[in-house]
């Protein structure tokens, strides 16, 4: 590990103790010249490294804008306004410092005044973005904050355990989580907690967040289109999940009027106190927002109503209105500047710098999430801190989060209707055939599993158990065996042809067990992987391993992973993503016991269609699930409209309207593959 | 210290840890029995060493609510008593308890270990120390006591300054709600406190029936609601509306902020504007209920009330009247059937569980079905249910239903209110020589919160709580004795506002439910004049501070009076004795009046006078409640015609009379 890593990795553990507080298992400390390192605990040693912090008349709470007006020990909302402010300006005045030494101290200094959640949040955002950072990497969400992953009675357990320990004990303790989740099968929901509450998902969608901030004024290529592929594809997967438990798909929240069905209770802390985040109960209305406590402003469901009105008046009549009155055409099929569902996803989300009319459309993605986390208490009445919704590490594990964004996807989907379906020129790609694909798993072909594997993460390093022996916590989650796409191409041009493999997955049949139509199967379809060959000319096979899916990145770094890392080498390799990216094991739904019938779409373009040119001299940092995270600082790779070809209504082959996607097979630049998923109900690993 | 005393408070100390022989430790554990229990790890069973039969009493996981109002739980009680019981001497009982403590619920071995130090005849020296330090999670926040955990976990290991946790005076809600407004009343220590007692001292399914306990359950309840409506009325808040429509939402939610353990299992919690909903919690052992069952039941009683008579099981009238010379009187049969105490209810298949049962369905309107896996609300635990606004709102209903029926019941006669010959001339009290007018504020009490939660620390952690608290003061009476001979009488003596919430003075009916008992004592006249003092600490509703482990541990101060050692920890708690008034002063009715003794009297067959502080709230241990009258004379029944307010009424009889006092709340802290 690097002096650098180092020095920064340490400023993640233990987010709610003191700065001087030992760690690394006692081997570290940061000491500040005003404040002494804390005294050694009872059979502990003194640090082996101790790094000098000076005092820094900027890091004064007066100099950081209004990053210190959350308050310590509760909810950091990047949903929130007020929250997000704070945010950019600590960030901002991160971005300050003149490099990683100096990002360190400033760190160091202003780490117990600001939010603890604000504080990783902004560090993370800037170990990101400055360029002599590019090597440090960050460690696992679960590590920093075990209180968003694992109910806080298993963690007092454990306190519990770690008061009563002999000083000889040496063992770890270990706890174990899952796949028992936080309610119980009387709700169908309950099925697919295993999925929502899943560490990795969760993590992925507190980095993807972090990689793609609102109101930061920060340009990021494609973001708005992003935002509703992102959410598109999880609300996809999502439903082949549910599909796998034999639930109907998720239906979206547009009646803020009536009870939502479905409760949530975390039994998650919001810090190491054991605030409980806000809890729903079962059949709760959503109430006018009153929580002018936390810095939002009165808010009523009529809001939501009229910014919902506004924004379909736009969708149906293909323009909005910006702050000058003018219109502004929505149209996805552009050769120059964003796209109609850029522009419409910066406007919904919302980004105050990127919509189009910040005070017409207002800010309807943002307060739908905040007004569902605060149903339980939106006056204030009862000093409730606000539910998992409010926060983007917790808010996937609460049913209505999907529900929510299957409304917010619904506006964007009334849009993509609107384009016209794809022409075959688009779709086709002359001279090249798929003769036949499938998928390989242990020689098994078109066959694929699931079952439960753990992984371990050492839950000390965010929390202080005062214990002398490590406390790991083990985590059970969905996993699959590891496969191998196989792809037989013919190339009839005389020279070699560079072409995008294009891979999607969905279930064959609906709830019903039918067979569906283009359209109904249309929004199921997850993206697997999208990679580039160059096609030889004649036959090629192609093989392409799970592994490397450009929708995945593979396990989080732990803080012992980066502890041993090497300092040169291997980097670029195993090391080089960033946190952001679906999780490998979530790649595939769960099937059924007896196993499941899904679909694989294979499609190749044309790359010379599909390419597009990168600014001079951008690397590819952070370039392991672009499909959805996109490449640091790059443009995103891919040109064609996210989710190409099945984002906007059937096409026509043949003169004929594509009624299944069987018919769009028909081309021969796609094929289609039956495969049967199998939940094995057992741990992968073994 | 090895007396009876220091093994009971050794045995009572940090309930959720696992008893172990640590060298500080005279008890002699069996030899497989000394390892730490392990979380996850499998308990030893007590009954393959041959020992006593713990019966149901392991159904109650641990770390889990223990609840008075569950029939099963009360079960797994009433085992664990009952092996208690049967153990011969303290040793005995010790050994046995040591054993089982490892075993049982943490909140059921206290309550049944507690219990059995009340009634086993060879621990009558020992008392109890406060449940606030036993179970501190139970009165404050989970978050402050984290605080002092992590203030612990920081600490330097040689530092033995005292780790304080302080709480209140700034509670569970917020002022947007009204109901926030008493919530310093409602989440007062000594209250809930009280209430745990209370139902120690009065269970319900024991078999075992203390005098006049369906009666005493009714009058408790009752003063409890009186005293809540004057502190409401001091806050400018309307008096609790009964919850009687089941069907509609629940306006007011609550949010307790507390503990069920020590591993941060929250209480359950329930929105404003939630729903009752039928109960299917099979999970904790309760059977399926729905409304509809409540709504029956209440039928069935509201049929009893009106036409005067229960039915028991054969089918056979059962009639219902306070005017009886043996046997129940109505409001105690009533009482038995509505608590429901099964094994003393008239018909308790057919009049149902009304009471317990309402305390569990709205404990578990936030999950009635367990699809959240949620611990129910604190309304299951008696030692947390006083702190919801909801715990009033369904006791006025039960306090409804109790009220119809001694509506139905004659007024009192003049020959039964009156005492000839003795005229109360004047009454009054005096605080700091300042008559009639007397003032409230905050005092701060501290226990000991490492008593109770293992902090692993080598600093003392303490809890410093604000409550409110009152300066004290005397009751001074003028009587004339106009016989020749001296004359024992009861002296009674209640409080009321003057004025309801719109400001004006209320008739009999309107102000009937409101007064408060404050004191009720015996004093021999002598004839001609006499002058009557009584200090407010006295009083026969309310018991001293509650002893802390350290108080117990050091034994009574030289000077404490055996009286003031004699309690058993049931009683109103003293600083909440007067309401709060309000800072401009508040005017509030002094009811005082006299009866005979010798109509009073109850005739005692040997009784030893233990546990007697709070004689009006709790009786007297294995004795018979010492006074004859109805509870809450002369105030249970309706007037009669010619007594239109309370006013009319000292006017018009010469042994009762009536006087304005001033209460003032002192916002800034008391200074007594």
């Not at chain 2, 039969?53 to 996981?61: E, I, M």
């Not at chain 2, 946790?165 to 220590?189: L, M, Q």
Request: hydrophobic residues 35%; aromatic residues 10%.
């Amino acid at each position: 590990m690097s002096t650098i890593q180092r020095d920064i990795l340490y400023l993640f553990e233990l987010p709610f103790e003191d700065i001087t507080a030992r760690r690394a298992h006692g081997s570290f400390a940061y000491n500040l010249k005003d404040r002494p390192v804390v005294e050694n605990r009872l059979g502990e040693s003194p640090p082996t490294t101790v790094v000098q912090v000076p005092a820094r008349p900027d890091a004064a709470a007066n100099r950081l804008g209004k990053a210190t007006i959350v308050p310590r020990g509760s909810v950091f909302s990047t949903f929130i306004d007020e929250h997000r402010e704070a945010a950019k300006d600590l960030s901002d005045a991160f971005m300050r410092t003149t490099d990683a030494k100096d990002l360190m101290e400033f760190a160091a200094q202003v780490k117990d005044l600001v939010n603890e959640s604000l504080f990783i949040y902004s560090l993370s955002f800037t170990i990101l973005r400055k360029k002599e950072l590019r090597h440090v990497r960050l460690p696992s969400m679960v590590e920093v904050f075990p209180t968003r992953f694992v109910p806080n009675e298993e963690l007092l357990q454990t306190q519990v355990v770690a008061n009563r320990m002999g000083a000889s004990e040496t063992s770890p303790i270990v706890i174990e989580h899952g796949p028992d989740f936080s309610s119980t099968d009387i709700k169908p929901e309950h099925r697919v907690s295993y999925w929502r509450e899943d560490y990795g998902l969760n993590s992925h969608h507190w980095h993807w967040h972090l990689v793609y901030p609102i109101g930061f004024g920060e340009f990021r290529d494609r973001k708005g289109e992003l935002f509703f592929y992102m959410h598109q594809q999880m609300l996809a997967r999502y439903d082949m999940e549910r599909l796998s438990v034999g639930i109907s798909r998720v239906e979206k929240l547009n009646n803020w009027r009536v009870a939502i069905p479905d409760g949530y209770f975390s039994k998650l802390t919001v810090n190491n106190t054991g605030r409980t985040w806000g809890t729903r109960q079962d059949d709760t209305f959503m109430k006018d927002l009153r929580r002018a406590d936390i810095g939002l402003d009165n808010i009523d469901i009529s809001h939501l109503e009229t910014w919902n009105t506004r924004l379909m008046e736009a969708i149906n009549k293909g323009f909005m209105i910006n702050r000058s009155d003018e219109s502004v055409t929505l149209s996805d099929d552009v050769t120059s500047g964003k796209r109609g569902i850029e522009i419409l996803a910066d406007t919904v989300e919302a980004d105050f710098f990127d919509s189009v009319n910040y005070e017409y459309y207002g800010n309807i993605h943002n307060m739908g999430h905040v007004f569902l986390a605060f149903v339980h208490d939106y006056n204030n009445a009862h000093k409730e801190e606000a539910g998992v919704m409010a926060a983007t590490s917790t808010a996937m594990r609460d049913p209505v989060f999907y529900r929510w964004h299957k409304y917010i996807d619904d506006l964007f989907q009334q849009y993509k209707i609107t384009q016209p379906p794809y022409t075959v020129e688009q779709l086709s790609l002359s001279d090249v055939i798929v003769n036949r694909a499938s998928v390989i798993r242990d020689g098994m072909t078109n066959s694929l599993t699931t079952g439960f594997s753990t992984r371990d993460f050492e839950t000390s390093r965010g929390i202080d158990f005062n214990s002398r022996v490590p406390i790991i916590l083990r985590l059970t989650h969905m996993d699959h065996s590891p496969f191998e796409y196989h792809l037989q191409v013919t190339n009839r041009h005389t020279g070699p042809k560079q072409v995008t493999v294009r891979i999607f997955l969905a279930p064959k049949h609906n709830e019903q067990g039918l067979e569906m139509s283009f359209m109904e199967q249309r929004l199921l379809w997850a993206e697997m992987d999208k990679f580039l060959v160059t096609l030889k000319s004649g036959e090629n096979h192609v093989v392409r391993s799970s592994k490397d899916s450009t929708v995945t990145i593979q396990n989080e770094f732990t803080f012992r992973d980066l502890e041993t890392r090497p300092d040169t080498g291997a980097e670029i390799g195993d090391f080089n993503f960033c946190g952001c990216g679906w999780p490998q094991h979530l790649l595939l739904p769960r099937g059924k016991s007896e196993g499941m019938t899904f679909q694989f779409f294979f499609m190749l373009t044309d790359y010379e269609k599909d390419k597009v040119e990168q600014p001079q001299g951008t690397t590819s940092t952070c370039a392991n699930a672009v499909s959805f995270c996109g490449i640091m600082d790059s443009k995103y790779p891919d040109s064609r409209p996210m989710g190409f070809p099945f984002d906007r209504k059937s096409p026509r082959l043949l003169n004929e309207n594509v009624k299944t996607v069987a018919d769009l097979a028909q081309l021969d630049n796609v094929m289609l593959q039956d495969v049967t998923i199998t939940f094995m109900n057992r741990n992968m690993q073994q | 210290m090895a007396t009876d005393q220091g093994k009971v408070l050794r045995l009572l100390e940090k309930p959720y840890e696992t008893q172990r022989s640590d060298g500080t430790l005279d008890i002699e554990f069996p030899g497989e029995l000394g390892v730490t229990e392990r979380v996850g790890g499998t308990p030893p069973t007590i009954g393959a060493r041959g020992g006593a039969q713990l019966g149901q009493a392991t159904s109650v996981p641990r770390g889990k609510a223990f609840s008075l109002f569950i029939e099963s739980h009360r079960r797994a009680a009433k085992d664990l008593i009952d092996a208690f019981m049967k153990t011969d001497g303290l040793q005995g009982l010790v050994e046995l308890a040591t054993r089982a403590k490892n075993l049982v619920n943490e909140s059921l071995f206290v309550y049944a270990f507690s219990y059995v130090v009340l009634h086993k005849k060879d621990l009558h020296s020992v008392r109890l120390p406060s449940l606030v330090e036993m179970f501190p999670n139970k009165f404050v926040p989970q978050e402050d006591i984290m605080k002092a955990q992590i203030e612990a976990n920081r600490r330097d290991p040689n530092d033995t300054a005292p780790i304080v946790i302080e709480y209140g005076p700034e509670f569970a809600s917020t002022n947007i709600k009204p109901e926030h407004r008493v919530s310093y009343w409602r989440e007062d220590y000594g209250i809930n406190s009280h209430h745990w007692h209370w139902h120690l001292v009065y269970p319900v399914g024991f078999g075992e029936a203390p005098d006049r306990k369906g009666e005493l359950f009714f009058y408790m309840h009752q003063q409890m609601l009186a005293r809540y409506d004057m502190e409401r009325l001091s806050v400018g808040l309307n008096r609790t509306e009964k919850l009687e429509n089941w069907r509609v939402p629940v306006p007011d939610g609550y949010f307790s902020k507390l503990t069920v353990n020590n591993t941060s299992r929250a209480w359950g919690t329930r929105q404003d504007n939630s729903m009752l909903m039928d109960l299917r919690r099979e999970d904790i052992g309760l059977e399926p209920l729905d409304i509809t069952d409540l709504e029956i039941w209440r039928s069935r009683i509201f049929d009893a009330i009106h036409q005067g008579y229960m039915n028991d099981r054969n089918g056979e009238k059962v009639p219902l009247s306070d005017n009886v010379t043996s046997g129940k009187r109505g409001i105690d049969i009533l009482g038995d059937a509505v608590e429901a105490d099964r094994r003393l209810s008239v018909n308790s298949l057919y009049y149902g569980d009304l009471h317990n049962q309402g305390h569990i369905v709205i404990a578990f309107t936030h999950d009635n079905d367990n699809a959240h896996k949620e611990e129910m609300g604190v309304m299951g635990d008696s030692a947390t249910a006083m702190r919801d606004p909801i715990f009033y709102r369904w006791h006025k209903f039960i306090d409804d239903m109790f009220q119809e029926y001694k509506l139905t019941q004659q007024p009192y006669t003049l020959e039964e209110l009156s005492l000839p010959n003795v005229v109360l001339e004047r009454v009054g009290v005096l605080s700091k020589e300042q008559p009639d007018a007397l003032t409230t504020g905050w005092t701060v009490r501290e226990f000991e919160a490492f008593r109770g939660l293992d902090f692993n620390s080598n600093a003392p952690v303490n809890l410093r709580l604000t409550h409110i608290d009152h300066s004290p003061f005397d009751y001074h009476l003028q009587v004339k004795n106009q016989l020749q001979t001296p004359k024992q009488v009861t002296v009674r003596i209640f409080l009321a506002p003057k004025f309801n919430v719109r400001g004006l003075e209320m008739n009999f009916m309107e102000q009937r439910l409101l007064w408060a008992e404050m004191d009720k004592f015996t004093v021999t006249l002598k004839p001609g004049m006499n002058h009557v003092v009584q200090p407010s600490k006295d009083s026969s509703i309310t018991n001293p501070d509650e002893y802390t482990f350290r108080d117990l541990e050091t034994g009574p101060q030289p000077g404490t009076s055996r009286r003031e050692f004699n309690f058993c920890g049931c009683g109103w708690p003293q600083h909440v004795l007067l309401p709060r008034g309000t800072p401009g002063g508040m005017i509030f009715q002094l009811f005082v009046m006299l009866t005979d003794l010798e109509k009073d009297k109850v005739d005692q067959q040997g009784n030893t006078g233990r546990c007697a502080n709070a004689v009006s709230f709790c009786g007297i241990l294995d004795s018979k409640f010492p006074d004859g009258r109805p509870m809450g004379f002369p105030f249970d029944r309706r007037n009669a015609p010619q007594f239109q307010s309370a006013a009319a009424f000292a006017e018009q009889l010469d042994n009762a009379n009536l006087h304005d006092i001033t209460i003032t709340f002192l916002a800034s802290g008391l200074q007594k």
